[in-house]
């Protein structure tokens, strides 16, 4: 045989090795999975290390899809998505009941790790001038509710809500409380930030929903409102809440489908678990200046013992 045709036969021979070996590769690859983010830091940054790890060790591709934490659990019932990462159950009994316990569409997918625990605020400096204000009673006092009065509520105390599609039940404690406050919303948790961020700057009052874990603990001195005891009976009728938010463990949710659809991910999403402390170091790094992409990179990075154990 002569060099010439050697040549263009072992040319022709490795470019067909090569396709052969890229068509072996899409036809092993996993299906796409979609998980979803809810608009609050700490779900953005479990599904961008969720996407990290199942695409570099799983070899799925994985989509992110943004909703609000009501609009998941049918796409993720009806198959439109396949995960959900940081659940707060408190918010969604009716929910975990139906379409966990009921229907069947949605698995309960276990425990994320984090405890999360909603609450009212002021900042510290708020208590220390007027003690009675680090308690539900003092707000039922109309003079000492109206220090957070603004233009828009008029002689009534303002409380911030953040994002209103949010679990939150701020206006039934609120009224059955009999407090001299009206809730108004910042629209998201970025405008709220910036409102805390103005207020302690010129060392205003104010008074806000918010939830732990949180890098903002970690930038103002915060103290949390004592409301009235957080017992079963007091959420058994959500029209008749009066007293504090229950602890939450914060759960993870799946696609009933998502086994069957690839059983590694699958695993590896039951396995994914972290405490607080994997939370809010992330959540400091985005704080600090990082993307969501860039923190979750850095913490995967950094705790490959963590996370290799969640690998099928």
Known sequence: ??????????????????????????DTAGPNITLIENPWPAS???VAVAKIIIEAELGNTVEIVA???NAQWDAIAGGDADASLEVWPGGHGERIAEYIGNL?????????????????YVPTYVVEETPALGTWEGYADPALAAQF?????????????????????????????????????AGSEEAMLAEVDTAFTRQEPILFYFYSPHAIFSKFDLTQVELPAYTDDCYADEAAIDCAYPADELMKIFSADLAEKDS???????????????????LG??????????????WVDGNESTWKAWLP
């Not at 045989?1 to 899409?26: D, E, Q, R, T």
């Not at 590694?264 to 992330?282: C, P």
């Not at 790094?285 to 850095?298: F, K, L, N, P, T």
């Open 1 to 26: 045989m002569s060099n010439p045709i050697k040549k263009l036969m072992l040319v022709v021979l490795g470019s067909l090795v090569f396709v052969l070996a890229a068509c072996g590769g899409s």
């Open 44 to 46: 953005e940054l479990n």
């Open 67 to 69: 909703l609000d934490e």
């Open 104 to 120: 069947g569409t949605v698995e309960d997918g276990g425990a994320l790790g984090p405890m999360g625990e909603i609450g009212w």
């Open 149 to 185: 009065a603004t233009a828009e509520t008029g002689d009534l105390g303002r409380f911030l809500g953040a994002d209103p599609s949010w679990y939150q039940y701020d206006e039934t404690i609120i009224n059955n409380l009999e407090l001299g406050l009206q809730v108004v919303w």
């Open 264 to 282: 590694n991910v699958h695993t590896f999403l039951t396995n994914f678990n972290y405490g607080s402390d994997a939370q809010v170091e992330m």
């Open 285 to 298: 790094a985005v704080d600090g200046g990082m993307s969501i992409e860039e923190a979750a990179q850095a």
